[in-house]
C-alpha cells in the first residue's frame, strides 16, 4: 500500500436490513471521500444489496463498493430456517438458530480479512468476535451499533447502575441516572439484551478493543446526548449522520424495486401536500390479525389517507383483517416499500413507527411528525427522544406493552389525527421536525458536522495506516 492509495475499509454488518442498509449506506458516504469500500456479507444477501450498490458505483464511478461473499459453513446449513440468510425475512423464533450459524463465520472472516489485510473493519457491536479478529492482524475496528447517541447513553447508564434491579414490577418507574434529561423508564420498555450482563461484557471489551464507535446521528438532533456519550471515558466516536441522506432517492435500499412502484408513487402525486400518513413497523416485526384488523379500521375511522406496509409475517396470510373497501381509502402494500423515497414525498405528512433507530432517524430526516409505536428492543428508548426530547412524536398509547398489547382503532385513529392536525401543539411539532430535517441535511452537506467528522475519522485511520508503515 502506498500512502495515497485509497482507503480499504471493510463492513461486516449483522444480517438484518436494519443493519446492512445503514452500513450500505456508510460505505457510500465515505466512498464519496475516496475510500474503498467492501460489503462483506453472506450469498443468500446478495440480492438485497447488488442493486444499491450497482446504482451507486454509476453514480459516483470512483473508487467502487465492492462485496464480498463468505458463505456458511455446511455445517450450519440446518440452523438457517428455509435457507433464510437474512433475519428480515424469518420469524422471531428462528432467530437464535441463526445467531448460531453466524457465529459459525468467525473463522472464515478472519481468513478474508488475512488475505485482503483491508485498512479498517467496520462491524455489528454484535459481532465482538471481529473486534479479535481484526486485532490479530492489526486491523483497526470500528464498532457500529445501529443506535443513536441517546439510546448509547440510557444504555450504558442501565449497564453501570443496573436501576431495573431494584424495583419491584415491571411497570414501576425508575430513573436513568446521569443524563442531561429527567429520563424515566420501567422494567417492560428495556430491551431483553440487559438481562444478559455477560454478553454485554464481551461487547463492551471487544468495544475497549477497538479503534472506535461510528455513529448514525447527527450532532443538532441530540447535542447533549453526543456530548456525553464521547466524554471520557467514553469511546472515541464518530456522529455520520443521518445517513439515509447518501442517496434519499434509491427506490432499490434492502431489496429491488418492487413493480408496483410507480403506481404508488403516481397515487402519491394525486394527494395534497402533507395529506397522507405513511404507517411501518421496519422489516423485523410479526403483528397478530387482530391487530392489523384494529390498524386498518383506525386508519379507516382517522379519514386520513393513508400508506401502509405490512410484512409477510405474522397473521398477514389470513384474510380477514383487511376490511372490505379499505384500499379505496388508502394504499396497503404487503412486503417491502422504498421507506426514504415515500418518507420524503411531499404528500407524507406524518408517519406511524415502531421506532427502530433507522425509522427514527430517516422519519427525522424527511421533517414529518410521529406516531410511535414501540414493539420490541431498544424501541421504547427511541420513544423517549422523539417524544420527550426532541418533541416531534405522538406516543399511540402510554406504558410498554409493546407486543403483548393490541392497540385499539379508537387509539390509532386518535394518535393519527393529533400529528396530521391542525392546532398550535401540531404545528408546533410539525414547525420542529421541518427543523431538524434542514439541520440532517445541512449536518452532511459540505463543511456540515457530519461531514467533518468523516473527514477526522478518515485522515486518523490513514494516519494509523502511515503508522503501520502502510
Ligand atoms: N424499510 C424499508 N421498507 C420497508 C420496511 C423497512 O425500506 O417496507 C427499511 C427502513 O427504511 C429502515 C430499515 O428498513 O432503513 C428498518 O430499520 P429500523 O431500524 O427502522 O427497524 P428494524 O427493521 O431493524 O426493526
Not at 404508488?264 to 400518513?277: D, H, I
Not at 424501541?379 to 406504558?399: S, Y
Not at 400529528?419 to 449536518?443: C, D, H, K, S
Request: with cysteine; glycine share 10%.
Amino acid at each position: 500500500t502506498k500512502a495515497g492509495d485509497p482507503l480499504k475499509i471493510f463492513f461486516f454488518p449483522l444480517m438484518s436490513p436494519g443493519h446492512m442498509i445503514p452500513m450500505l449506506d456508510i460505505a457510500k458516504l465515505f466512498c464519496r471521500r475516496g475510500v474503498s469500500a467492501t460489503i462483506v456479507t453472506t450469498p443468500g444477501n446478495e440480492p438485497l444489496l447488488r442493486t444499491s450498490i450497482d446504482r451507486a458505483n454509476s453514480t459516483y464511478h470512483h473508487p467502487l463498493i465492492h462485496l464480498l461473499l463468505l458463505p456458511f459453513p455446511p455445517s450450519v446449513h440446518h440452523l438457517l430456517p428455509s435457507g433464510s440468510e437474512n433475519l428480515g425475512s424469518m420469524s422471531a423464533s428462528d432467530h437464535v438458530d441463526f445467531f448460531i450459524a453466524i457465529d459459525a463465520l468467525r473463522g472464515p472472516l478472519a481468513e478474508l480479512l488475512g488475505a485482503h489485510r483491508p485498512d479498517c473493519l467496520v462491524s455489528d457491536s454484535i459481532f465482538p468476535w471481529t473486534a479479535d479478529a481484526a486485532f490479530a492482524l492489526g486491523i483497526p475496528r470500528l464498532v457500529f451499533h445501529g443506535h443513536g447517541a441517546f439510546p448509547l447513553c440510557v444504555h450504558r447508564s442501565l449497564q453501570l447502575h443496573n436501576p431495573h434491579a431494584g424495583v419491584s414490577s415491571d411497570s414501576e418507574p425508575f430513573a436513568v441516572e446521569g443524563l442531561p434529561d429527567h429520563i424515566q423508564m420501567t422494567r417492560s420498555e428495556i430491551s431483553p439484551i440487559f438481562c444478559q450482563p455477560d454478553f454485554l461484557r464481551i461487547i463492551a471489551e471487544a468495544e475497549e478493543k477497538s479503534f472506535g464507535v461510528v455513529v448514525n446521528t447527527f450532532y443538532k438532533l441530540e447535542p447533549a446526548y453526543a456530548e456525553l456519550y464521547r466524554k471520557p471515558p467514553g469511546p472515541r466516536a464518530w456522529f455520520v449522520g443521518p445517513v439515509s441522506l447518501s442517496d434519499k432517492d434509491d427506490a432499490d435500499r434492502g431489496g429491488r424495486l418492487h413493480p408496483d412502484h410507480h403506481r404508488w408513487l403516481s397515487w402519491l402525486n394525486s394527494k395534497a401536500e402533507n395529506s397522507v400518513v405513511y404507517v411501518c413497523f421496519g422489516s423485523l416485526c410479526e403483528l397478530s390479525g387482530k391487530q392489523l384488523r384494529e390498524i386498518a379500521l383506525g386508519l379507516a375511522a382517522s379519514g386520513q389517507p393513508f400508506f401502509w406496509v405490512v410484512r409477510e409475517k405474522g397473521d398477514v396470510a389470513g384474510e380477514d383483517w383487511l376490511p372490505e373497501g379499505l384500499e379505496e381509502r388508502g394504499m396497503v402494500v404487503i412486503g417491502w416499500a422504498p421507506q426514504v423515497v415515500v418518507l420524503n414525498h411531499p404528500a407524507v405528512g406524518g408517519f406511524v413507527t415502531h421506532c427502530g433507530w433507522n425509522s427514527t432517524l430517516e422519519g427525522v430526516a424527511a421533517g414529518v411528525p410521529m406516531v410511535t409505536w414501540p414493539l420490541w428492543y431498544e424501541q421504547f428508548v427511541n420513544e423517549k427522544l422523539l417524544t420527550e426530547v426532541v418533541g416531534i412524536g405522538v406516543r399511540v398509547r402510554r406504558g410498554g406493552g409493546g407486543r403483548s398489547w393490541v392497540v385499539t382503532r379508537e387509539e390509532v385513529a386518535a394518535a393519527v389525527a393529533a400529528v396530521m392536525g391542525g392546532g398550535e401543539e401540531a404545528e408546533g411539532r410539525r414547525r420542529r421536525a421541518m427543523e431538524y430535517a434542514v439541520a440532517a441535511r445541512a449536518a452532511v452537506e459540505e463543511g456540515g458536522s457530519s461531514y467533518q467528522d468523516i473527514g477526522r475519522l478518515l485522515a486518523e485511520l490513514a494516519a494509523a495506516r502511515a503508522a503501520r508503515g502502510g
